[in-house]
């Protein structure tokens, strides 16, 4: 039996299931108190207590003999008066207990501020107004609150893009011309989800993800990607793929081919021609074979960076942006050297590096 002691109260408050998943791993043993007889939102309780509603007269003294009997050491309480009651009961009670997070509220604030933070820093326009523009200008700046927004719900998807490259990614939509966003490798669907929502607001286009979520024999990544190959045989994609698809279905106007790259790109040219894509779960989304932003984050050997480059490129539009993660790459050098081969080629005007991911903008003259 552990000695580390949660008493969660009230238990039927979906609030506390992250903390109490953490409080778990930790080793504690978790008892859900609750007044009511509402099943508690936390799964798979050591114990359960009743407990008077914190308002009625004989809770404290109802509380203070839980915490004995079930010899509690730390409590959580999401809801804020509970919260606020504990927090001046345990300054008068014998025995001490650890009151667990700051206020509800004010956790709800510490969430939340890094985004007004990260919205704060894409103030200065001096970048975007740097580069040579297309027919289309720059487009305005988003307000604190947007980019708040999209920095709040980036973070709430999964994935394996950063802040920093959030930033780009909005920088280089204010600057897209208009077509299709396309994504080679969304996984969970951070970066799609971020571009989606972007292409949505400057009405660039319709956003396709192409992704296998599944493992292959053509999904090695190369001897240096070793870790990272035999990672990926025990990842169960088919749960990747339906919060992928969650996430695609509330963000509008983003669908998706389930495919390898290499086999995707004919049922891209395909839906140009027809002029749309359907893809089960998601509304029809209009395709004009055209790429506004291609973004390449799949399979990173050399190989298949370049076959991504080859089969993809010569849909990107004058002024459009081709984006390959993982240029800095600590499992292989697929990407740099495939990145490395554009810089020196004369089809880009402007690049630049930000996070792992190399930024190339298509010369308007430049056709391959
Ligand atoms: C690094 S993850 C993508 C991360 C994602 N962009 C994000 O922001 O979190 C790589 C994804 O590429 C996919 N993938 C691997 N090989 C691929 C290929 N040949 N074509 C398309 N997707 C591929 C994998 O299934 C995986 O979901």
Redesign the pocket.
């Known amino acids: 039996m552990s000695t580390l002691r949660l008493l969660v109260f009230p238990a039927t408050m979906d609030s506390a299931i992250p903390f109490v998943r953490t409080a778990r791993s930790l080793g504690f043993e978790i008892v859900g108190a609750s007044s009511v007889s509402t099943a508690p939102a936390i799964d798979e309780l050591d114990d359960r207590v009743h407990l008077p509603f914190v308002s009625e007269a004989g809770f404290d003294h109802a509380f203070e003999a839980a915490l004995s009997t079930h010899r509690i050491t730390h409590v959580l309480a999401p809801h804020h008066v509970v919260w606020s009651h504990l927090n001046g009961l345990r300054r008068r009670l014998a025995a001490p207990f650890f009151l667990c997070s700051p206020h509800p509220f004010a956790g709800h604030w510490a969430a939340f501020s890094p985004s007004l933070e990260w919205a704060a820093r894409q103030a200065p326009d001096a970048f975007p107004r740097s580069l040579a523009q297309s027919p289309r200008g720059l487009a305005p700046a988003l307000t604190e609150s947007q980019l708040a927004g999209l920095h709040r719900s980036f973070l709430h998807t999964p ?3 950063d802040e920093d490259k959030l930033a780009a990614l909005y920088t280089i939509s204010r600057l897209a011309p208009a077509g299709d966003v396309v ?6 669907g ?3 989800q971020a571009l989606s929502w972007l292409a949505g607001h400057y009405r660039i286009g319709a956003t396709l993800c ?4 599944t493992v292959s024999e ?2 090695d990544q190369g001897p240096a990607a070793r870790l990272v190959n035999e990672e990926a045989a025990h990842l169960d ?1 088919e749960q ?1 793929f339906r919060n992928f698809l969650a996430t695609a279905a509330s963000t509008p106007g983003t669908s998706y081919i389930r495919a ?3 086999d995707a790109i004919a049922r891209y040219r395909e839906s140009a021609d027809s002029g749309s894509l359907h893809a089960d779960g998601l509304d029809p989304v209009p395709v004009t074979g055209r790429i506004a932003l291609l ?1 390449i ?3 990173h050997r050399y190989d ?1 960076v370049r076959a991504d480059i080859r089969n993809w490129t010569p849909h990107l539009a004058d002024y459009g942006w081709l984006m390959l ?1 993982d240029y800095v790459w600590s499992f292989g050098d697929g990407p740099r050297r495939a990145g490395d081969e554009l810089l020196s080629g004369g089809d880009f005007d402007y690049a630049f590096v930000l996070s792992d991911t190399l930024f190339l903008r298509r010369a308007p003259a430049a056709r391959t």
């Open positions: 994935g394996e893009t994504e080679i490798g969304s996984l969970y951070r970066s799609a192409v992704d296998p979520w053509k999904s994609f990747i390898l790259s290499d973004h984050d799949g399979n298949c993660d």
